[in-house]
C-alpha cells in the first residue's frame, strides 16, 4: 500500500491536521517494521519523535516481547539514518530520547543509544535531571510523566542498573545528587554501585549519613561510612558531625518516626556515634527521643551507652521543625515569640521552610506570626521544587497575607509553574486562583498607570526644557545685540539671528 500511493506521489512527509505527526512517526507508534523501511527508503523526513515513538508506542499497548523486539529495530534502523539529533530536547520537559528510554525502563534502546558516537549522557532537562537520575527512579520503579508529544503511558517495571550513564557529581535544579536521590529512595544496590564509581568526588557530598538516618535505612548508612572512612585521607570525616542546623546523625535517627530508628540508632552507636553529643541549642540524642517518647530509640540508647546523660530537658529543646513536622503549633508559638534562631532553618529533605509547614497546614496564626514577629520573608523562602510557601496555600486568607508580606505571583518553579497555576489545577484552592487572578490583573493594571505617568511626565519635562531653551537662546540674542551697540554696533545688513540659533529655535519650539 505503501509502494502504491508513493508511486500515485503521495507525499511521504505529509502531516495530520490534528497532531501535526508524519506518516513515519505513525508507523513507529503502531511498531509497523515494514512500514517503516519502505518510509525510509523514500527519503521520509525523520524526526527525533520518532524514536521515542518506536519505544513507547500506543497507550496502553502490552509489553509483547516479540513486538519489543521490533520497536528496537525500528530505532536501529532511524538511528543509521544520521538524520537525528540524539541530543534533542523533546517535550514541555526538555528531555532527550536517552532519559526517557531509561526513564521507562527500555534496557535494548538505551545501550543502542549510549553506543551512538555523539550521546552526551550528561544532558540536563529543565528540572537540571540527567539520564543516570532516571535510570535510578526506574531502578526502584518509580515512574516518570512522559512528554507532551508521545503516548500518556508509564510503564512500571523495574529494570537493571545501567552502569556509565554520566557524572555521578552532576546536580539538578535544587542541588541534590544522584546519590543523595539514590539514598533517599533506599536503593541499596544503586548506592553500592555509585559508591564504586571512581570519578565520585565524596568531598563535594554533604550530610550523607545524616539523610539515611532521618530515612531510616540501617544497611546503606553501613556502605556509606565505609566509603567516607576511606576517604578520609582527603578530607576529615566524622560520624559525629553537625550538619547546618547543628544535628548530627543520631540527632536524626532520634527525631524520626520510622520502623526501623532504633536499627538505624543501633548501627551509629556502633559506628561510633556519641549519643551526649549536643546540637546548637544543647539538646542530645537521648533528650529528643525521650521527649518524643521514641521507644526503639530510648531502649538502644539505654543498653547500647555507659554514661548516659540522662538531662530530660523541655519540648522547648526541640528543633521548631520538629513542631511543624508533628503539629505542635502552641509550642512553636512559643519560640517563635521567645525569637529563637532556628526559625529560618530549612527541612533536610524536601528544604521546606516553617513558612511552607504552617501555609501546608492552614495555619493562620502561625503563619502571621512567622512573618511578623519572627520577620520571616517568604520571597526567598524556596523548597527543593523551587516553590514558594504561596504554592501550597489553600485559603484565600493565607494566600493574601503572604501576598502582602512580599510573596511574588509571577514566580515559577523548576516546571515553569505559577502559584497560579498549581491553584487552578484543584478544586479546593479555586477561590485561591480567583484571588490570584485578581491581584495579577490589579498588577498589570498598576503597571500600565505607572508606565503612562512616567511618559507623561517624560514629555512634559522635554516640552519644559524645550521651551527654556528657546527662551534662553532670544535672552543671550538680545544681551549681544545689547554689547555690540556699545562696541561693535550690528551692522544694517543683519537684522535677524543668526541660521543656526533660528533651527534651533524652531525645533525646541515644535
Same mark, same amino acid.
Given at each position: ?5 508513493? /508511486? #500515485? ?22 511498531? &509497523? ?14 524526526? #527525533? ?16 516481547? *516479540?513486538?519489543? #523486539? @521490533? ?16 541530543? /534533542? *530536547? ?23 543509544? +549510549? ?23 526506574? #531502578? ?28 555521578? =557529581? ?34 563535594? =557530598? ?10 531510616? %535505612? ?22 559525629? /558531625? ?6 548530627? $546523625? ?34 542530645? $540524642? %537521648? ?24 538531662? *530530660? ?5 526541640? $528543633? ?5 513536622? &508533628? ?17 529560618? &532553618? ?24 512567622? +512573618? ?14 523551587? *516553590? ?8 484565600? =486568607? ?36 480567583? &484571588? ?9 493594571? @498598576? ?26 537662546? %532670544? ?21 535677524? $539671528? ?13
Amino acid at each position: 500500500m505503501v509502494n502504491f500511493l508513493i /508511486a #500515485e506521489n503521495h507525499d511521504v512527509g505529509i502531516r495530520d491536521r490534528k497532531y501535526s505527526r508524519t506518516p513515519l512517526r505513525y508507523a513507529c507508534i503502531n511498531g &509497523y517494521l515494514e512500514t517503516v523501511e519502505e518510509l525510509l527508503k523514500h527519503h521520509t523526513p525523520v524526526e #527525533e519523535e520518532a524514536v521515542v515513538d518506536a519505544m513507547c508506542g500506543l497507550v496502553c499497548a502490552k509489553r509483547l516481547q *516479540r513486538k519489543q #523486539e @521490533k520497536r528496537q529495530e525500528i530505532v536501529r534502523k532511524l538511528l543509521r539514518t544520521d538524520k537525528i539529533n540524539i541530543n /534533542a *530536547r523533546l517535550g514541555a520537559k526538555s528531555r532527550t530520547v536517552l532519559m526517557l528510554a531509561v526513564g521507562h525502563s527500555h534496557d535494548t534502546c538505551a545501550k543502542l543509544l +549510549l553506543k551512538h558516537k555523539s550521546i552526551d549522557v550528561n544532558a540536563q532537562d529543565i528540572n537540571g535531571f540527567t539520564a543516570l537520575w532516571f535510570a535510578v527512579h526506574a #531502578e526502584e520503579g518509580v515512574t516518570i510523566d512522559i512528554i507532551d508529544t508521545v503516548s500518556d503511558y508509564v510503564y512500571d517495571p523495574r529494570c537493571e542498573p545501567i552502569n556509565g550513564i554520566g557524572k555521578e =557529581e552532576n546536580r539538578d535544579n535544587a542541588g541534590n545528587s544522584t546519590l543523595i536521590l539514590a539514598i533517599r529512595l533506599g536503593a541499596l544496590d544503586t548506592v553500592q554501585t555509585l559508591l564504586k564509581c571512581e570519578r565520585l568526588d565524596l568531598k563535594t =557530598e554533604k550530610e550523607l549519613i545524616h539523610t539515611a538516618s532521618a530515612m531510616g %535505612y540501617p544497611e546503606i548508612i553501613r556502605l556509606l561510612h565505609s566509603a567516607l572512612s576511606q576517604s578520609n585521607t582527603i578530607h576529615v570525616y566524622s560520624i559525629n /558531625a553537625r550538619d547546618e542546623r547543628g544535628l548530627t $546523625p543520631l540527632h536524626y535517627a532520634s527525631l524520626s518516626n520510622s520502623a526501623r530508628a532504633g536499627e538505624v540508632t543501633e548501627v551509629l552507636r556502633e559506628l561510633g556515634a556519641d549519643s551526649n553529643h549536643t546540637d546548637f541549642r544543647g539538646c542530645t $540524642p %537521648y533528650m529528643m527521643a525521650s521527649l518524643l517518647q521514641r521507644t526503639q530509640v530510648l531502649q538502644v540508647l539505654q543498653t547500647k551507652t555507659t554514661s548516659l546523660n540522662d538531662e *530530660r530537658g523541655s519540648m522547648q529543646d526541640l $528543633p521548631a521543625l520538629t513542631f511543624a513536622k &508533628y503539629g505542635h503549633w502552641a509550642l512553636l508559638q512559643e519560640v517563635i515569640t521567645a525569637g529563637r534562631t532556628d526559625l529560618t &532553618y530549612k527541612y533536610m529533605l524536601t528544604d521546606d521552610t516553617l513558612l511552607h509547614m504552617a501555609t501546608a497546614a492552614n495555619e493562620t496564626e502561625i503563619l502571621r506570626l512567622l +512573618l511578623t514577629e519572627g520577620k520571616l520573608r517568604p520571597g526567598s523562602s524556596i523548597n527543593e521544587q523551587g *516553590r514558594g510557601p504561596l504554592y501550597l496555600a489553600s485559603s484565600v =486568607e493565607i494566600a493574601k497575607l503572604l501576598v502582602e508580606h512580599g510573596c511574588n505571583i509571577d514566580s515559577t518553579d523548576f516546571n515553569n509553574n505559577t502559584p497560579l497555576d498549581i491553584a487552578h489545577r484543584q478544586p479546593r484552592t479555586r477561590d485561591v486562583a480567583h &484571588y490570584l487572578e485578581n491581584v495579577l490583573r490589579m498588577s498589570k493594571k @498598576k503597571h500600565r498607570m505607572e508606565m503612562w505617568e512616567q511618559k507623561t511626565k517624560g514629555d512634559m519635562l522635554m516640552r519644559g526644557a524645550c521651551k527654556a531653551g528657546a527662551l534662553g537662546d %532670544y535672552r543671550i540674542q538680545d544681551t549681544e545685540k545689547l554689547q555690540g551697540s556699545a562696541s561693535h554696533p550690528p551692522s544694517k545688513y543683519c537684522k535677524t $539671528p543668526p541660521v543656526e540659533t533660528k533651527a534651533a529655535t524652531a525645533f525646541c519650539l515644535n
